[in-house]
């Protein structure tokens, strides 16, 4: 049940855009990004929820495809801030709990 | 200032040892998590409690143990009997299943 993420690793120039996939086998609930750098605690970024509406956080924003139980996060025009590694975590219908992909490592170059 | 704090940030235990890890967050949030962090596979969930005096096992509760005697607290302590604790341990507190609030995380080394 934990949610697939792809890629695995990306690299980008500053100012280059990315996206960054998650996608579950189970009906899902509720969609949460985080984003970590590397020995620090992750931070959250957006959650996206069932029937509800595209989110944004800055230049980065987010969608919940219901039907193909998927999330994207798309990183437009990428910032030296925005390397790190980005976790999608999954919420199943009827469920407390919050799983996490096992994350997508962006390093953003000059 | 409102936040989640774990202590020590760095742990060495010999082989054998139980150690606590302590978690405290002033947030007043009712839901708390610990999950283990290892190198490429995320984070996993090791118990959460959604209400003092109550929690439930994760996907990889084996070897450790929990209490939530305070709404503010709830310590982690990794037993004898995980076979491999060496990892990140993070701690977290949520209202519901909404956006989750990290700590620092504690940084476990079995010796």
């Known amino acids: 049940q934990q949610p697939v993420q792809s890629p695995q690793a990306v690299i980008l120039r500053e100012g280059e855009d990315a996206v960054i996939n998650c996608s579950s086998s189970?009906?899902?609930?509720?969609v949460h990004w985080y984003r970590q750098k590397h020995g620090e605690a992750p931070v959250f970024l957006m959650i996206?929820?069932?029937?509800?509406e595209q989110m944004r956080h800055e230049k980065i924003s987010a969608s919940f495809n219901e039907k193909k139980q998927q999330s994207s996060l798309y990183l437009t025009a990428s910032q030296l801030s925005y390397s790190g590694t980005y976790f999608c975590?999954?919420?199943?219908?009827?469920?407390?709990?919050?799983?996490f992909g096992k994350g997508t490592k962006l390093t953003v170059n000059p | 200032d409102g936040g989640i704090t774990q202590s020590p940030k760095y742990l060495f235990r010999k082989e054998g040892q139980n150690v606590t890890l302590s978690c405290e967050q002033n947030?007043?949030?009712?839901?708390m998590y610990w999950y283990r962090q290892d190198p490429g596979q995320g984070l996993r969930l090791i118990y959460y409690?959604?209400?003092?005096?109550?929690?439930q096992k994760g996907d990889i509760a084996e070897g450790y143990s929990v209490s939530r005697e305070k709404k503010e607290s709830f310590p982690l302590t990794v037993t004898s009997a995980q076979k491999n604790p060496t990892a990140f341990y993070l701690c977290?507190?949520?209202?519901?299943?909404?956006?989750?609030?990290f700590g620092p995380g504690t940084r476990l080394t079995v010796l």
């Open positions: 996206l929820l069932k029937g509800g």
């Open positions: 409690s959604q209400i003092v005096n109550d929690f």
């Open positions: 977290a507190s949520s209202i519901g299943n909404n956006e989750q609030f």
């Open positions: 189970k009906a899902l609930y509720s």
């Open positions: 975590g999954t919420v199943q219908g009827g469920s407390e709990k919050l799983v």
């Open positions: 947030l007043n949030h009712d839901a």
